[in-house]
């Protein structure tokens, strides 16, 4: 095993123990999605490494130290951009496609940009595990980033219905989840 896929195997370790427990400080939510949630997360890590120990266990890593290169920064870009916007959302967060009560609107710091940026930073860590550790891992980053896309249209029908006086106007000054992209 190469230092690249334990640093960054731990990386994704410490990553959702950090939202683990950042999750139980976040405001209360309502419906049947929010309350299934903890089965959600535990279903998706344990698909993870069922995955991850018997699915990739015998294909070839990448073993190109450029693309490990560029793959580990990328990794790293959006693991930090996804905790900066967990971090400045704050309680309002929630799992994805969550209501929460009392929302907030929160279109400062990088939301500025993007308005989805957690789905942004997980979907970029994974494209960079991708590229750093075995390009199989691309099947997990598509069927992500797709449910990603799901989930923050969904979550913005939404939006738009609990502020529609202020929801309009940041939609349109803002992209989804590429900043002056999409």
Not at 55 to 69: A, I, Q, T
Not at 106 to 114: F, K, L, N, S
Not at 149 to 178: C, H
Request: glycine share 8%.
């Amino acid at each position: 095993m190469r230092a690249v896929d334990v640093a960054i195997g731990l990386c994704w370790i410490i990553f959702w123990v950090f939202w683990l427990l950042a999750a139980t400080q976040s405001k209360p939510g309502q419906g049947r999605w929010t309350r299934c949630a903890g089965i959600r997360v535990a279903v998706v890590i344990l698909v993870v490494a069922l995955v991850h120990g018997v699915g990739f266990r015998w294909h070839s890593v990448n073993s190109d130290p450029v693309l490990s290169g560029v793959g580990l920064a990328l990794f790293v870009l959006g693991l930090a951009l996804a905790v900066w916007a967990r971090l400045y959302i704050g309680a309002n967060w929630g799992t994805p496609m969550s209501r929460k009560e009392q929302p907030e609107l929160v279109t400062t710091g990088p939301y500025r940009r993007v308005r989805h940026p957690i789905y942004s930073g997980i979907i970029l860590a994974l494209l960079g595990t991708a590229l750093a550790v075995s390009l199989y891992y691309l099947i997990a980053f598509a069927v992500l980033a797709a449910y990603f896309v799901y989930s923050a249209t969904r979550e913005e029908s939404y939006l738009a219905g609990q502020f529609p006086d202020a929801y309009p106007g940041y939609k349109r000054s803002t992209k989804m989840l590429i900043p002056f992209v999409f």
